[in-house]
């Protein structure tokens, strides 16, 4: 495992953002879903899309917080540009089950 310094931690914005808006993205190659994601004031709605498609539908997205990476370069997937990167980790099968914080919280509260 590599280290890295606080200053490259720091280096990467992780916020709370509101899922306001999901749908099927059946164009992609794996299954995922297109998530609009409102980070509050500062930085905004921002899009995404993911393949949580195991443990999560599109209806059971919206109004879900999620921790996102805000400050990646967009990305075209397909048709589809994200610009955001939210974070999950894998359960025992290989599913990935998004990264949310247990207590409300404003969108776009930073990671502290």
């Excluded at 939210?86 to 509260?109: C, F, N, R």
């Amino acid at each position: 495992m590599a280290e890295i310094t606080f200053d490259d931690f720091l280096a990467v914005d992780i916020r709370a953002g509101r899922v306001i808006r999901a749908e099927p993205f059946p164009e992609a190659r794996k299954p995922a879903i297109k998530m609009w994601i409102d980070f509050g004031p500062e930085i905004g709605e921002r899009k995404t899309s993911a393949q949580v498609t195991v443990h999560y539908t599109p209806e059971s997205l919206v109004g879900k917080t999620v921790m996102g990476v805000v400050n990646f370069p967009p990305r075209q997937i397909g048709r589809f540009m994200s610009e955001v990167l939210v974070l999950g980790v894998a359960d025992a099968e290989g599913a990935i089950v998004l990264l949310s914080p247990d207590t409300e919280v404003p969108p776009g509260e930073r990671m502290q």
